[in-house]
């Protein structure tokens, strides 16, 4: 409290004293000053009881004419009490609450003493200076704009005395100066206002010299001590005598001036004494305060009660009323919403059974145009694969015919373009049925080994033409027979490799398996695919996995579909797996992908008997029996046969075919599926009734998913795609020979 001393007493002066913006003019208002003048003289005479009293009488009238202004000073009041009774807590509730009827009342008067009251509150406090100097500052701007000058200077002599106690002297050097400065100016423009107002410029005086004092400018500090301490001399000021003296000796005994030091300290234990026998006096009245206002509270609690139960009871019965009230028209408009409700539900529920017939028709469009789809899928397959058939044998067996060395190149180009639209055929349909969600995959046993090297091998013309090397690492932990869909796993290893190799030239392409895990029952493992080639752009490596999108290139060996990818990672989103990539241009990539699969325990791995190749087995008498209605077709296998020197016969349709194998001794037959009259599934069947040991090989231009439960069923032995790839073919036909002869030696 020692900041705020000297100016309590001008503030409640001030406070009470001042006009307001509002001049009362009814008798109420004339009654409502005169019982703000009681409080505040009963505050001064420390007759806390009556003050509380009439605070309350005063906050119950000033409510009754809605009097903001008239409640914000009960509320001050309240706060003044609380704070001469150190009860800080509840000082500073009074305080907030008649800043809040102040801003109300928008009274510039009462604002003003509300900032000033809440800063020395809140800034007595350690935690809460900061707020206590946010309420002096709003003090300063009002002042400021309202041009009141010594409102200014308690404010900025209150922020420069907090600074100081709190260390920050440099702070409080400004305020200080400031303050003097406005003192001066009023000086100068009211003759003998310095005389009359010791209380303002002594503490200042005082402050001024504690700072000079601080910095070491010891005569400076000298000066202020001692005007400080003449004018409170003067005017009889002992709070503000006793606190110069004080801090006097205490920078006297820092000087080292100890003798002037104890002089000054006897000089402020004199002050003090007369302070503590006024202030005695004045704790004394506080305590019967205290003590009456503790009585009265408990009179006033009893009477409160005793109001408050006689006000339960009216309040009661009206309630009740207006319970009745509110429940009637409550359930009035509860009838009308309901009503409004089933309204609008009918006709929600309306509308919803002409979406749901729209749906409904719309569902059935789709399933039919998706069927159609399918159907046009499949038909377009078998329709432009036939053809190519023809195209891609008769090119791959005129590449071999030394004749026409000149037309070499003119040759691999026709085979290039038909091995590009059949790709893309493949690709294409390969996207429609993921889309469809026709793809699912096969838990099958497959020697993973074996699968990577038939994949490598289907690569040797590509590898050769463009001169790359095939490392192959294979993780000595891996399983040697695993269970899952080898075909879907070949197919996305078949995209990544091939990728690899088209764009990498005079290069290397890596293949590594490792094993991440694994327990007795399943293995994950990781696949990479790494080239060297010209890598990918960092801007196209999310671009790549959409459909149909290629990287731009001259070179004429890039082409492709745009599907692998996307291909690829759709089909690892059924495995449960998901693609990444690591480029960086000019260095290559590296695809890789983590798969987990179930470890075959059944197979046992035997010794293989190794089987004699195509070119070493003497089987120039076998005798094989081709099936196809296409002639074209009927040439391109006849010739590709004869090729190995196997004898052939050709049947056009499915019964001449019955009848040649009832008449005939054939060691194979080639079955086209698709033919007019009796399809080769059913030709196959009849030939099953009388021969069950002969090999049937489908020939088909249809997708193997779509056929292969029907092939089987059909009792045909093996599966070749049209068109093929003459060295599979050649195997497909020399295995199931091979099959066939070791059967009749057992």
């Given at each position: 409290m020692k900041r705020s001393f000297f100016l309590c007493l001008v503030l409640c002066t001030f406070f009470w004293n001042s006009g307001f913006s509002q001049n009362p003019e009814t008798v109420s208002e004339d009654s409502l000053k005169i019982l703000a003048d009681n409080i505040s003289d009963h505050i001064n005479r420390y007759n806390y009881e009556k003050a509380i009293e009439q605070s309350h009488q005063l906050l119950n009238l000033a409510g009754e004419i809605d009097s903001p202004d008239y409640t914000a000073k009960a509320y001050h009041s309240l706060g003044h009490i609380y704070t001469d009774q150190n009860d800080s807590a509840r000082a500073r509730k009074n305080y907030a609450l008649g800043l809040e009827y102040a801003q109300q009342s928008k009274n510039d008067t009462i604002i003003l003493l509300s900032y000033i009251n809440l800063g020395n509150v809140y800034s007595e406090i350690p935690a809460t200076v900061e707020k206590g100097m946010g309420y002096y500052n709003k003090v300063i701007e009002l002042a400021e704009k309202l041009d009141l000058p010594e409102d200014l200077v308690i404010s900025k002599s209150n922020i420069a005395w907090t600074y100081l106690d709190n260390g920050k002297y440099e702070k409080s050097f400004s305020y200080l100066n400031e303050s003097l400065k406005i003192l001066d100016s009023l000086d100068q423009a009211q003759p003998g206002y310095k005389e009359k107002t010791g209380h303002f410029y002594s503490p200042i005086y005082m402050l001024m010299a504690r700072y000079h004092a601080f910095k070491n400018d010891m005569e400076i500090s000298d000066y202020f001590f001692q005007q400080s301490i003449e004018i409170a001399e003067r005017d009889s000021l002992y709070l503000q005598a006793a606190e110069a003296y004080n801090a006097y000796g205490e920078m006297l005994a820092k000087k080292g001036d100890?003798?002037?030091?104890?002089?000054?300290?006897?000089?402020?234990?004199?002050?003090?004494?007369?302070?503590?026998?006024?202030?005695?006096?004045?704790?004394?009245?506080?305590?019967?305060?205290?003590?009456?206002?503790?009585?009265?509270?408990?009179?006033?609690?009893?009477a409160e009660k005793e109001q408050k139960y006689q006000h339960d009871i009216i309040q009661k019965s009206k309630e009740k009323v207006v319970v009745m009230v509110f429940s009637s028209i409550g359930m009035i408009f509860i009838l009308i919403f309901l009503y409004k409700i089933n309204r609008d539900r009918q006709r929600l529920i309306e509308k919803l059974k002409e979406k749901n017939v729209q749906y409904r028709d719309a569902k059935v469009e789709a399933e039919k145009l998706s069927m159609l789809k399918t159907k046009f899928f499949s038909t377009v397959s078998h329709e432009i694969r036939t053809p190519l058939y023809g195209v891609i044998g008769l090119t791959s067996l005129l590449l071999e015919d030394k004749g026409l060395k000149k037309h070499k190149n003119d040759l691999r180009s026709l085979k290039f373009s038909a091995d590009y639209l059949l790709a893309l055929i493949n690709d294409v349909l390969q996207m429609n049925k993921m889309e469809s969600n026709e793809v699912t995959l096969e838990n099958v046993p497959f020697n993973l080994r074996d699968l990577i090297n038939s994949i490598v091998n289907s690569f040797e013309f590509t590898r050769v033409q463009n001169k790359n090397k095939i490392h192959i690492n294979i993780d000595e932990s891996i399983p040697a027979y695993l269970i899952g869909d080898s075909v879907r796993l070949s197919q996305v290893l078949m995209n990544l490799v091939g990728n690899a190799m088209k764009f990498t030239e005079r290069g290397n392409i890596y293949i590594t398996l490792k094993q991440l895990k694994a327990d007795s029952d399943t293995s994950k493992i990781l696949?990479?695919?790494?080239?060297?080639?010209?890598?990918?752009?960092?801007?196209?490596?999310?671009?790549?996995?959409?459909?149909?999108?290629?990287?731009?290139?001259s070179n004429y060996n890039y082409q492709g579909t745009g599907l692998g990818l996307p291909i690829v990672k759709r089909l690892l989103s059924l495995f449960g797996s998901e693609i990444s990539l690591k480029s960086k241009e000019g260095e290559g990539s590296e695809f890789s992908f983590a798969i987990n699969f179930d470890v075959d325990k059944t197979i046992q791995k035997s010794p293989e008997k190794e089987l004699p190749s195509v070119m070493d087995d003497p089987i120039s008498q076998k005798k094989i029996l081709i099936v196809d209605d296409n002639r074209i077709n009927q040439v391109v296998t006849k010739r590709v046969l004869e090729k190995k020197n196997f004898e052939c016969e050709v049947a056009g349709d499915g019964h001449t075919a019955i009848e040649l194998v009832k008449n005939s001794d054939f060691d194979l037959i080639l079955m086209d599926v698709n033919m007019p009259g009796i399809s080769g599934l059913d030709a196959s069947r009849e030939i099953r009734k009388f021969n069950t040991s002969i090999p049937i090989l489908a020939l088909t231009a249809v997708e193997v998913e779509e056929i292969r439960e029907e092939i089987q069923s059909a009792g045909m032995s093996d599966i070749i795609i049209k068109p093929y790839d003459i060295q599979q073919f050649y195997q497909i036909v020399f295995k199931n020979l091979s099959h066939s002869r070791q059967t009749e030696e057992v």
């Open positions: 100890y003798e002037s030091a104890y002089k000054a300290k006897e000089k402020f234990i004199l002050n003090n004494s007369k302070v503590l026998e006024s202030e005695k006096l004045r704790q004394t009245e506080i305590a019967n305060a205290k003590y009456k206002i503790n009585q009265y509270k408990k009179d006033l609690l009893i696949f990479e695919i790494k080239d060297d080639g010209p890598g990918i752009p960092k801007s196209k490596r999310k671009v790549i996995f959409e459909e149909f999108s290629q990287l731009e290139n």
